[in-house]
């Protein structure tokens, strides 16, 4: 889905701050390149975020096994206890 909100915000921040520039300095192009820049940097950003590995969710799989872990070893020490309290 396209958001019409990123394309216009990326290319208003190129043309409001362009605006108090002298008129040389004030032109169509010189507001529309970091539009297009900033539109081009999210792009990439979301494209890496959407392809390459969740790190995020190895550190929760590990966290999990580690815990996982730790439950049974608590089971094993409740053995332990009962087993030696008769």
Known sequence: MISVSEIAGNFGAGFIPNSW???RYNTIGDALT?????????TVKNVVQEFLPDRSS????????CSTQ???LSMLQKLRVSCTRR
Do not use: E, Q
């Not at 190895?58 to 096994?65: A, L, P, T, V, Y």
């Open 70 to 72: 730790h439950h049974s």
């Open 34 to 42: 970091p539009g297009a820049l900033g539109l081009a940097y999210h």
């Open 21 to 23: 520039n002298p008129a």
């Open 58 to 65: 190895r550190s929760r799989k590990s966290r999990g096994r």
